[in-house]
């Protein structure tokens, strides 16, 4: 047994859940009203005005977030939507609901974000959207991305899984794009257990989201319970069960007045594995680039291939050993054997991403963790990466 075993096993992630939001989840039971209605429009709000939108829109994931955006945006069959293969399968996955093709741009060459000279390589007169990832939290380069959208006649759709609260050249994610797209999964900064917010300042395009997240029926339908409603609707468009619900909302509300002291703490426990990482060698640190304020939603590690002697799975299952759960963000789009047959993608696509994934390592990372957490899981990397140098 190596002496940096924990007795404990450090999870990857766990959820802050407080009794505020038990609480509200419990009156949301109590009222009657489980489903969209009046707490998810609170919600909508806060969440509007913490980000400087003017519309927010509660909605089941982000994934429902893109889906909804290609859909008002108009973007179908014979599209392209030009995006980043350094992202969950979900991006992807939205695109393709759609008929639209999607098209790879590499990452950056030391940073997963989408790299804006390879997006411009890949415009045509077919390109709709460009689809950038702000990954773990970190801005893309929005300004460079937004000049090449506006010459080719396109708009930018972000997905902000990771990025909230973040903020590019001062202005907060979520202000920027046509739409930005934020998850609210368990394991995400803030979490509703499992939801979206699409967020615009359009609104046409708020209004069309509206529409089809509740199977395309004319406007407030919802309220067709309530006093205020009435049983008669229309449908006017194809629309999806992409609503969020008040049960869901109710978390939310608590778990967005506690994004400052959460991520207060994020920001702590990254310092803090960096003070410990940053003299290790074979190491390298995450250093996303640009003037831009990162939301800190993973802390992934890359290990030098010519310094570190074993293969990077292999340091997970050795830190598994030593009570320290991981993860790796992400399997490239490309490398995914659905979208290699259906587009034809290949692993040696985009080069950038593929190295960066082969050499990543996702640490614990959530505000729940205290400080001797973050030295142990830094401990344990470092003997191991110590042990195994060339
Ligand atoms: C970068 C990215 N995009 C999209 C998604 C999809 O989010 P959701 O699970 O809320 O649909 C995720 C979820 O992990 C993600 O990490």
Same mark, same amino acid.
């Given at each position: 047994?190596?002496?940096?075993?924990?007795?404990?096993?450090?999870?990857?992630?766990?959820?802050?859940?407080?009794? +505020?939001?038990?609480?509200?989840?419990?009156?949301?039971?109590?009222?009657?009203?489980?489903?969209?209605?009046?707490?998810?429009?609170?919600?909508?709000?806060?969440?509007?005005?913490?980000?400087?939108?003017?519309?927010?829109?509660?909605?089941?994931?982000?994934?429902?977030?893109?889906?909804?955006?290609?859909?008002?945006?108009?973007?179908?069959?014979?599209?392209?939507?030009?995006?980043?293969?350094?992202?969950?399968?979900?991006?992807?996955?939205?695109?393709?609901?759609?008929?639209?093709?999607?098209?790879?741009?590499?990452?950056?060459?030391?940073?997963?974000?989408?790299?804006?000279?390879?997006?411009?390589?890949?415009?045509?007169?077919?390109?709709?959207?460009?689809?950038?990832?702000?990954?773990?939290?970190?801005?893309?380069?929005?300004?460079?991305?937004?000049?090449?959208?506006?010459?080719?006649?396109?708009?930018?759709?972000?997905?902000?899984?990771?990025?909230?609260?973040?903020?590019?050249?001062?202005?907060?994610?979520?202000?920027?794009?046509?739409?930005?797209?934020?998850?609210?999964?368990?394991?995400?900064?803030?979490?509703?257990?499992?939801?979206?917010?699409?967020?615009?300042?359009?609104?046409?395009?708020?209004?069309?989201?509206?529409?089809?997240?509740?199977?395309?029926?004319?406007?407030?339908?919802?309220?067709?319970?309530?006093?205020?409603?009435?049983?008669?609707?229309?449908?006017?468009?194809?629309?999806?069960?992409?609503?969020?619900?008040?049960?869901?909302?109710?978390?939310?509300?608590?778990?967005?007045?506690?994004?400052?002291?959460?991520?207060?703490?994020?920001?702590?426990?990254?310092?803090?594995?960096? +003070?410990?990482?940053?003299?290790?060698?074979?190491?390298?640190?995450?250093?996303?680039?640009?003037?831009?304020?990162?939301?800190?939603?993973?802390?992934?590690?890359?290990?030098?291939?010519?310094?570190?002697?074993?293969?990077?799975?292999?340091?997970?299952?050795?830190?598994? +050993?030593?009570?320290?759960?991981?993860?790796?963000?992400?399997?490239?789009?490309?490398?995914?054997?659905?979208?290699?047959?259906?587009?034809?993608?290949?692993?040696?696509?985009?080069?950038?991403?593929?190295?960066?994934?082969?050499?990543?390592?996702?640490?614990?990372?959530?505000?729940?963790?205290?400080?001797?957490?973050?030295?142990?899981?830094?401990?344990?990397? +470092?003997?191991?990466?110590?042990?195994?140098?060339?």
């Amino acid at each position: 047994m190596s002496d940096t075993r924990r007795e404990e096993f450090l999870a990857f992630h766990r959820p802050s859940i407080g009794e +505020e939001e038990i609480a509200e989840v419990a009156d949301t039971l109590r009222s009657g009203w489980l489903t969209l209605g009046p707490k998810t429009a609170r919600f909508e709000e806060k969440f509007a005005e913490r980000v400087g939108a003017r519309h927010a829109v509660g909605l089941s994931s982000c994934t429902a977030a893109l889906h909804l955006s290609f859909e008002a945006l108009g973007i179908g069959p014979g599209d392209e939507v030009i995006t980043c293969p350094y992202t969950f399968p979900a991006t992807v996955a939205s695109i393709l609901y759609t008929g639209a093709t999607p098209v790879l741009a590499d990452s950056l060459a030391g940073y997963p974000n989408i790299d804006p000279e390879s997006v411009a390589a890949r415009v045509t007169e077919r390109t709709r959207a460009i689809v950038p990832i702000h990954f773990a939290g970190a801005p893309c380069e929005m300004d460079a991305l937004q000049s090449i959208a506006d010459g080719a006649d396109a708009v930018i759709v972000e997905d902000a899984a990771h990025a909230l609260p973040a903020a590019y050249k001062g202005r907060s994610i979520g202000s920027i794009g046509r739409t930005t797209c934020f998850s609210l999964y368990a394991g995400k900064n803030i979490t509703t257990g499992e939801g979206g917010m699409l967020t615009t300042d359009d609104d046409d395009v708020a209004a069309a989201v509206r529409m089809r997240r509740l199977h395309g029926m004319s406007r407030d339908a919802w309220k067709r319970y309530s006093s205020a409603g009435s049983w008669y609707y229309e449908i006017h468009a194809l629309g999806f069960k992409y609503n969020m619900t008040d049960i869901n909302a109710a978390i939310g509300l608590h778990q967005l007045d506690r994004l400052d002291e959460f991520q207060e703490r994020r920001v702590r426990l990254v310092g803090l594995y960096n +003070e410990a990482l940053e003299s290790v060698p074979g190491i390298r640190l995450p250093e996303p680039p640009g003037e831009i304020e990162s939301a800190w939603h993973l802390y992934v590690v890359g290990l030098d291939p010519d310094r570190v002697a074993v293969p990077r799975d292999q340091v997970i299952e050795m830190l598994r +050993e030593d009570n320290i759960g991981t993860s790796v963000h992400f399997i490239p789009a490309h490398h995914h054997p659905y979208f290699q047959e259906r587009l034809g993608w290949r692993e040696d696509d985009c080069p950038n991403a593929s190295a960066l994934y082969r050499s990543a390592v996702s640490m614990p990372l959530f505000p729940a963790m205290d400080d001797g957490d973050v030295i142990a899981a830094a401990s344990s990397l +470092e003997r191991i990466v110590r042990e195994n140098l060339r």
